[in-house]
């Protein structure tokens, strides 16, 4: 039985931004049954017109040793842990409204994905202000035909709730 992406060449089948997502290019990894990844989303809310973030149906994610990482570095005065997520993944807001949410998922079953160092990207289209990347991300393409559901062949939610400022 085939490994879910065994056949996924990330350098013919990603999109051309997913490619310059990392400093250099990523490691192809066999992640085993059970593996836990993180993920920061922004919620979906009308009133403030945040239109909200898949969590199936991006492929992006990080692991849990890179969330003690992001952690670590923030400070409740300062800089909270979605404040250093995103300058260390690199996720400009366009993306990623708020941050203010993560979830934990773990896979059912091995799956094929990359990791490698966020490369620094432009904070806003079109500013000269970088965020600066550096953490260690997670490319797992495929997980849901659906990106809107909860739950895939290959894994689950495990854990979701908002992020506070501090730890």
Known sequence: ?????????FERDAPPDARTAFSSPPKK????LGVEFRRFITAENRRTGDKGNQIFGSPWSFTKETFQ???????????????VA????AVPKEFNARMEWICVIYLTQPVFGWSGRAARQLATEGANIYLGGGAE????????ADPLVTASK????????MCPDQF
């Open 154 to 161: 290959y894994a689950r939610m495990r854990f979701f709730g």
């Open 29 to 32: 990894t066999l992640f085993h």
């Open 86 to 89: 995103r300058i260390q993944l």
């Open 69 to 83: 990482r992001i952690v670590a570095h923030s400070d409740p005065r300062g800089l909270g842990i979605g404040d």
């Open 137 to 144: 991300q997670v490319f797992l393409p495929n997980l849901a």
């Open 1 to 9: 039985m085939a490994i879910h992406n065994e056949g996924y060449i």
